[in-house]
């Protein structure tokens, strides 16, 4: 106890005295009376004060009793047979512990009571899964803390994309069915995206059990389905003529960058001005052990990439398909053109102006012998002459 405590216990004992005084001098003036209760009284600790007991002459407690009300807490039966775990150490203090997290934590006190009042504040302090919410709010909750800074901003965008777009679901993430999510994907087209948002859906179920939000990983059960690739193939010789109709401004200018390197749609932001040379450009690719080369370019292509201003380099890649698609169309071509259109439209070019296979696959980033660059890049047209390709490029395509 501390002196609060020994405080109270003289009050206590202070009004037990006048108590016994009352009763004494009640006898006394009226002894043919007899006394409800007799002079032999007990002070008990009991759960949340000091209670005060008047004894009848059988031996059993009356039912009135004299209460002074504590501010201390005082334990209860419960919380008392916990505090028998606590210890006492040698040098007179009381140690508790506690896992929290995984990890054991320590406190120490002055007294058992105090130790154990210790312990009971730890419990704030456990980290606090995020309430259950909706597939759309986890889904946005699991990107943030996860990914964001852990993937590049690219991917990060295309997730969020993804989860705003095709996983609005307001159902509770413990109630949503396989059912439900079965259908959302099969709702999709058999395309990249469907994969894409599987993908997803897997990664946000599990990170959802783990955190034991869920009972099950429902992901598990789902199936993405036969995924239908995209059949690219090179602009046709009337097609190709979309070069007329492209301005003299930047939007032009990367449309022929690509149609007359080959390069893949990150490769435009690794060329370096300083690593240009008069016919040739060094494309620094990273997807393959021969990504990285040098293409044969013409001295207009050249002049165009040497007085590039900065921005020329770095664009938004989605930002440029659809442009690219709207003026397709406005050129009369009616299909999904993307940049590796143009890619197989140059390595179609190639074969076409005679380009030896091995120059073919180094202008191309293909390792030496692969059967990408005729097999899968080509497009066999016997129709179309040399002299065809290079009437419509003119000086923008190098003699090779």
């Known amino acids: 106890m501390d002196e609060r405590d020994l405080e109270e216990l003289r009050a206590i004992a202070l009004s ?4 016994l005084g009352r009763l004494e001098e009640q006898q006394q003036s009226t ?21 005060l007991y008047a004894h009848m002459r059988d031996g059993g407690d009356a039912d009135n009793t004299m209460q002074r009300e504590s501010d201390c807490e005082v334990p209860s039966e419960k919380e008392d047979s916990k505090m028998k775990y606590l210890t006492k150490r040698a040098d007179g203090r009381w140690q508790g512990s506690k896992t929290i997290d995984g990890k054991r934590v320590f406190v120490y006190a002055r007294t058992q009571i105090e130790c154990y009042e210790k312990l009971k504040r730890l419990n704030s302090k456990r980290k606090k899964s995020p309430k259950i919410q909706s597939v759309a709010d986890f889904a946005v909750y699991y990107l943030e803390t996860y990914k964001n800074g852990n993937v590049s901003e690219r991917t990060y965008k295309d997730y969020i994309a993804i989860a705003r777009g095709h996983l609005n679901i307001s159902t509770p ?3 949503v069915t396989v059912i439900q999510m079965q259908e959302l994907l099969n709702r999709l087209p058999a395309t990249r995206i469907r994969t894409a948002v599987y993908q997803l859906i897997r990664q946000i179920f599990r990170k959802a059990y783990e955190l034991e939000l869920v009972k099950k990983d429902i992901s598990q059960f789902l199936e993405c389905g036969k995924i239908r690739k995209a059949q690219r193939r090179a602009l046709n010789l009337e097609e190709r003529a979309l070069i007329n109709t492209l301005k003299d401004d ?9 149609l007359c390197t080959g390069a893949r749609p990150a490769e435009l932001a690794t060329v370096r001005k300083d690593e240009l040379r008069p016919g040739w450009v060094k494309i620094n690719g990273t997807k393959t052990a021969k990504a ?8 207009r292509i050249y002049s165009m990439l040497l007085n590039a201003p ?18 397709c169309a406005t050129a009369g071509i009616n299909y999904d053109v993307d940049i590796y259109t143009l890619r197989h439209t140059f390595a179609t070019n190639l074969y076409i102006i005679g380009v030896p296979e091995k ?19 080509t497009t066999f047209t016997p129709d179309v002459k040399a002299k065809n390709i290079y009437d419509i490029y003119g000086d923008f395509l190098p003699k090779f």
């Open 250 to 258: 930047i939007f032009g200018r990367r449309v022929l960058f690509y």
């Open 359 to 377: 120059d073919r696959q180094e202008y191309m980033g293909h390792v030496s012998g692969s059967p990408m660059t005729n097999d899968v890049y």
């Open 292 to 299: 990285t080369r040098w293409v044969k370019i013409s001295e």
């Open 31 to 51: 002894p043919a009376t007899t006394p409800a209760f007799s002079t032999k009284m007990s002070l008990r600790l009991e759960e949340n004060g000091f209670y």
């Open 310 to 327: 900065t921005e020329f380099f770095h664009f938004d890649s989605k930002k440029f398909r659809i442009r690219l698609q709207k003026t």
């Open 173 to 175: 993430l413990n109630k």
């Open 16 to 19: 037990f005295g006048r108590l």
